[in-house]
């Protein structure tokens, strides 16, 4: 089974997916959504109540990519669960021999979420990593890594913006010092934004000690791109992208090409090691937007 640690270590560049659940999806389209994207891609996102909406459990999901011989991603947050549940997931991912764990505080719940929840945020996101790092190091909870189960590999997310002369990035230091892996970059789909904060990454030496992927989406008209930037504020859409989307005769396939100018164009950025694509339309224009970009086959060459 191919794997997000060998890929990111690797020369090619990552290539992730994230699968669109919804709470009336089953088992069986899940599992046909996820085989279509990994057939592209190195491994398999499951977001954690994306947008706030219940689905099947992501622990769950990454049960059905493991059968299916798919490396799962889980995304973990700290808004829906408490400590003692954050921690019975994460040792349940890795009794299923899931290693990929990506650790984000989570955004709060809209004010007309309905109906209305209450966000948890027993724990922050450092203390979340901190915490699976003790259990990937085998300081807490020695006795129930099954024999034979890969190591944690736990990741983060970051955003991305254009730094001042002075900037150091504490923040993120201080994450990788909790254990963190790898880490995530909000959607940013503006290259010079993402070059000037990559090559500050690079100047502090951080990209030694992890690898770094960006988000990038297929969007399939202007007004879906207004929507997820609403629905996730740190989204870096720029206007002039939505403006191409909306005089286009076309939108979802010009959907598609912008996102394989972008794939292009951040492959050839320094210290960034992958893409973790995602969309709020059809899940095929993933697969359509890496194959248009020939990033893939370029790497063959």
Known sequence: ??????????????????????????????????????????????????HARPHISNIAVAALLLQNGIDPVIQMNCRDRNRIALQSDILGAQALGASNLLMLRGTNFPADHRPRSTGVFDVGAIDLIATAAAIRDEAVFGDTKPAGAPELYLGTVATAFDPADDWEPEKLTSKVDAGAQFIQLQLCMDPDLLRAYMSRIVASKLTWRIQVLVGLAVLPSADAARELRKARPDSVIPAALVQRLERAADPEAEGVQVCAELLQEVADIPGLAGVALLTPGKAESIPAAIHASGIRSRADR
């Open 1 to 50: 089974m191919k794997t997000l640690r060998d890929a990111l270590r690797s020369e090619e560049l990552t290539l992730t997916a994230e699968l669109s659940l919804s709470p009336r999806q089953g088992p069986k389209s899940i599992t046909e959504q996820a085989r279509a994207l990994a057939a592209v891609t190195d491994a398999i996102q499951i977001p954690d109540h994306r």
